[in-house]
């Protein structure tokens, strides 16, 4: 009864959604895309990034490039707040998803991260748990009491979406670690997608990767951006440039000097004809 | 990724999951409170034991219920988990806890002068002053047995220990190297008993039947203790970076000088904490002393002839045999524990100030 | 070469014969020391067999009581197993509940100094614990929880029978027991769960798992085969623990399941403490043969416990 009532919420929320142009207003209601006002996050008294504010718009792709430890990867771990996983971390300003405030007062970072999946850097399935276990891990969580073949179809499903299945299909009870790097990433990816997040993060998913899988993930990440809103932080100019509709630039002025995004726009003027002399010399790989 | 719509998967919450105010978990820890003081009283049994087991219980049930009625099943099994963890840690520092307690408190009152410089062989006179309840026999030859015991195993335990652990680290390889490795692992689970009867049944064949001396004490608590010592050098050396030896090597300096000059004052601090933890493991050691050292009631120093008391041993008899009056002897043996768990202590805050004074500059 | 004053040259050949003697002499050194540790163990094993032999075959109208050794040894074997396995059921789940607090929960600025008040745990000598465990817990015990747990539970064989009114009954020394070697478990798990690699645990919480939902999902499985040789050696150690056992417990002949009682089943090790100093003759190396029993034991116990370690942690990595 529970799952009727929750079908209909997310049926008519994503006909609502499909209703909307792309190019939607990030505020308006029931879109998947998220607005960041004046972000400073800190670590203690440290602080790491200043004065983030950015649109972030639904189904597409946003990259994020910059020097290392310009905060890029900080800024990406706040928008699920996964960066509270480190004593003594917090924010000032607002993230917004659908309007919601994702630092609001009564808001659970647990709930949170259902809504915001997250990719990381490398590849980490549940050693302990097979193929087919990793992929409903987060369902697992909400509804204990799944049947069998709901599940079965939720993992053919997301391993489908992840370009995956027709490679693991016959080996589901097998370990997850038993796979290549590049299918473990696709797990990961399948495996973050079957709650049916909105958004997915991903940290420089294929900076582990040799180049044929790297191909794989990108390839995926185009057809995802047809259901999920992407945030990706890549180290790869030319990833960035093929992958994303949007690329945001961070830059640091030294260190112990907070993170700061410099500018963001499409990607394709990002790399033509960009605002900042920084960001031109960054992606002429005169720094960085 | 098309059938997004038939998502049979978890209920989209909204970010504003309900969430227990601050106010409402201060109300349950309150009401606990309140219910482990009042329950037990109104039953007729207000002892400390039942306030914080009630208060516990209580605690942990109306975390589940506020948060089941306040917030969701996940929620609610987090934070009784939180709960249940929390309370266990309480639960198990309480015996820490009344153990230190009642062994100051029991401890005191004949921590005194004659405790401290006295022996068992007491007087007639001594006796007569116990009977009328003064302050009579004292630890000293139990001090030394102890000092004596403990330096013989320590003069065993360490070299052979170090030397097994540099073997193990820097040359050992193959067959031997593995038997070894198994054998320390296997020794360091040898019953303390156990290393009493070997060693008692060792220096029979050599004093004969029935002696008890310091040295056969000694040797039982160094199969215990070269275990320990080994473990954790080898682990201390096994953390020295390669590159170290490398450099010295590149230097032309031989092995065993960079064993000597380049490994071991690097891994120094590590090596002398671990000995001072393996000291105080076996210091407190009673059951081999008991069958191997056996107790005397003057003070010994010839490790080769005749028994030897340590300071549990005392303690263990003094409980078991406390002469005339009881109080007497039990007074002594919470003395003599208190001194135990005193040197151990102290031995344990060496290891920690050893660990942060000798850590060379730079590692780690 | 030719260029090589002959000085320097015999210089340089002086050295590295000095150092070959060294290294020879040290290694030579280094290895006997690693010889000598599998002489001693045989000899552990041999001077038991030696002196115990008799304990075991000889005869038995001149030792006390004229069981022969497997009726001698049988009643303590089951108290030794008795009493350490009831430490083991007190102290493995607080042990790991004690590991988790210490390693998931606890803040981190303090968690270091947590895991060390339970390290002192260990460090207190157990004859210590024997007086305390007699002259405070159990009095405590026997005045509350025995008589409770008899009159609601005496349906049980374990809670039935005429309960020891001064607590010296083998639950009390199954308690001390476990307050003792719960430090060791929690040790080691301690350590296992501070190892759980950082992306399983972040993986687990990005799908939106709680903070026990992550260690359901991703500590607990990783750290499942350190928590069970953890809780072996925990059990080896309790297996052999003596004076806390030999303190408390009040002796009798046979075999008893009831544990709130005056009569259980003395364990080896703390019957070869309370009779060994008086013992003489052949009783002695029965009390010898005892500890040989003990010994196989424990043994058992730990050589299981590093098979689980070792065959665990190797799965973890792959």
């Not at chain 1, 006002?37 to 718009?57: K, Q, R």
């Not at chain 1, 002399?277 to 720094?287: E, P, S, W």
């Not at chain 2, 198990?92 to 100051?104: A, C, D, G, Q």
């Not at chain 2, 215990?224 to 390669?242: F, G, I, K, Q, W």
Request: hydrophobic share 50%; with cysteine.
């Amino acid at each position: 009864m529970m799952l009727d009532r929750e079908i209909t919420m997310r049926g008519s929320s994503v006909t609502d959604e499909s209703t909307l142009p792309g190019d939607a207003r990030p505020t308006s209601g029931a879109n998947r895309g998220i607005s960041v006002f004046d972000l400073n996050i800190y670590y203690g008294d440290f602080l790491a990034v200043a004065d983030v504010s950015m649109e972030i718009e639904a189904r597409s792709i946003t990259a994020l490039i910059g020097p290392s430890g310009c905060g890029k990867s900080t800024f990406l771990r706040s928008l699920n707040r996964m960066h509270e996983v480190i004593d003594g971390a917090r924010v000032e300003g607002s993230v917004r998803l659908d309007g919601e405030d994702l630092y609001g007062s009564g808001v659970d970072p647990v709930a949170v991260r259902r809504r915001v999946g997250m990719v990381f850097q490398r590849p980490n399935p549940f050693p302990t748990m097979s193929i087919y276990d990793n992929v409903v891990a987060g369902i697992r969580l909400n509804s204990a009491k799944l049947r069998r073949a709901e599940t079965d179809e939720i993992v053919e499903r997301s391993l489908r979406g992840a370009n995956l299945w027709e490679e693991v299909k016959d080996r589901l009870d097998q370990p997850g670690s038993g796979l290549s790097g590049g299918q473990q990433q696709r797990l990961c990816i399948a495996r973050a997608t079957a709650v049916e997040p909105d958004v997915l993060l991903m940290d420089e998913p294929c900076s582990a990767l040799d180049p044929i899988s790297t191909l794989a993930i990108e390839q995926l990440m185009l057809e995802l951006k047809e259901n999920f809103t992407i945030v990706i932080v890549t180290h790869n100019m030319q990833q960035a440039a093929r992958v994303s509709d949007r690329t945001g630039f961070f830059n640091i002025a030294g260190t112990g000097k907070p993170g700061r995004l410099i500018e963001i726009d499409d990607t394709k003027r990002m790399f033509s004809n960009p605002t900042e002399q920084a960001t031109q010399d960054y992606v002429t790989g005169r720094f960085g | 990724m098309t059938s997004v719509m038939n998502d049979v998967t978890a209920p989209t919450v909204g970010l504003d999951a309900r969430r227990m105010s601050r106010a409402a978990e201060g109300a349950i820890a309150a009401v606990s409170l309140l219910l482990g003081i009042s329950i037990p009283n109104l039953l007729g049994n207000g002892k400390w034991g039942w306030i914080l087991i009630v208060a516990a219980l209580s605690y942990v049930s109306l975390t589940y219920v506020g948060s089941r009625v306040l917030e969701d099943r996940r929620q609610a099994t987090d934070r009784v988990m939180r709960a249940t963890l929390t309370v266990a840690f309480v639960l198990v520092m309480l015996p820490l806890l009344s153990v230190t307690w009642t062994v100051i408190r029991e401890g005191v009152s004949r921590f005194d002068g004659t405790f401290l410089g006295g022996t068992m062989r007491l007087t007639p006179e001594d006796l007569l002053a116990q009977r009328e309840g003064f302050a009579a026999g004292g630890a000293f030859h139990a001090m030394v047995g102890t000092l004596i015991i403990t330096g013989l195993a320590a003069a065993i335990a360490i070299p052979l220990g170090l030397l097994t652990a540099v073997y193990l680290v820097e040359y050992g390889r193959g067959r031997l190297a593995r038997a070894i490795t198994t054998m320390v692992d296997v020794m360091t689970g040898i019953p303390s008993i156990v290393a009493g009867l070997f060693a008692y049944a060792l220096f029979v064949i050599i004093f004969g039947p029935g002696s008890r001396t310091g040295i056969a004490g000694g040797v039982a608590l160094s199969v215990l203790m070269t275990p320990v010592v080994v473990r954790s050098a080898e682990e201390m050396l096994r953390l020295v970076p390669n590159e170290l030896r490398e450099a010295s090597y590149a230097l032309g300096v031989p092995k065993w000088r960079t064993i000597l000059k380049v490994v071991i004052p690097t891994a120094v601090a590590g090596i002398l904490t671990g000995i001072t933890l393996a000291v105080a493991r076996v210091i407190g050691e009673t059951a081999p002393l008991l069958i191997a050292a056996g107790l005397a009631q003057e003070t010994n120093v010839n490790p080769f002839d005749g028994r030897m008391t340590s300071l549990p041993v005392f303690t263990y008899y003094q409980y078991v045999q406390p002469g005339i009056p009881t109080e007497a002897g039990v007074e002594r043996a919470w003395a003599a524990a208190l001194m135990l768990v005193l040197i151990v202590a102290a031995l344990f805050v060496l290891a920690r100030v050893l660990a942060n004074v000798l850590k060379p500059k730079g590692l780690r | 070469m030719t260029l090589l004053s002959p000085q320097s040259a015999s210089v340089t050949a002086q050295t590295a014969s000095r150092g070959r003697l060294g290294d020879r002499v040290f290694s030579g050194l280094s290895r006997a020391a690693g010889i000598n540790i599998l002489i001693i163990l045989a000899g552990v094993a041999a001077f038991l067999v030696v002196e115990g032999r008799a304990g075991i075959f000889g005869d038995t109208e001149e030792m006390s009581g004229s069981d022969n050794f497997l009726q001698y040894v049988g009643p303590l074997v089951f108290g030794t197993v008795y009493a350490s396995f009831l430490a083991l059921l007190i102290a493995a789940p607080l042990g790991v509940a004690v590991a988790l607090f210490i390693s998931h929960y606890a803040p981190k600025r303090v968690s270091q100094t947590l895991g060390y008040l339970v390290d002192l745990l260990a460090a207190i000598p157990s004859v210590v614990f024997g007086i305390w465990g007699i002259t405070v817990l159990a009095p405590i015990l026997s005045g509350n929880l025995y008589p409770w747990l008899n009159e609601n539970l005496d349906f049980l064989p374990f809670f039935s029978g005429t309960i020891s009114t001064s607590g010296r009954s083998m639950l009390t020394a199954g308690i001390v027991l476990a307050v003792m070697i719960l430090p060791v478990i929690t040790a080691i798990s301690r350590e296992v769960f501070l190892q759980t690699p950082r992306l399983h645990e972040e993986a687990s919480l990005a799908l939106g798992a709680t903070k026990w939902e992550m260690i359901r999902q991703a500590v607990l499985p990783y750290g499942r085969s350190g928590v069970i040789s953890g809780c072996m050696l925990g059990l080896g150690r309790a297996l052999g623990e003596t004076m806390a056992v030999a303190i408390i417990l009040s002796p009798s002949d046979g075999y008893f399941w009831s544990v709130l009682t005056n009569q259980n089943s003395n364990t080896i090790a703390s019957n070869v403490a309370l009779k060994f100093p008086e013992a003489y003759g052949l009783d002695v190396n029965r009390l010898i043969a005892t500890g040989l029993v003990l010994f196989g034991i424990t043994f058992l116990v730990n050589a299981l416990a590093r098979r689980v370690a070792n065959a665990g942690f190797s799965g973890a990595d792959g």
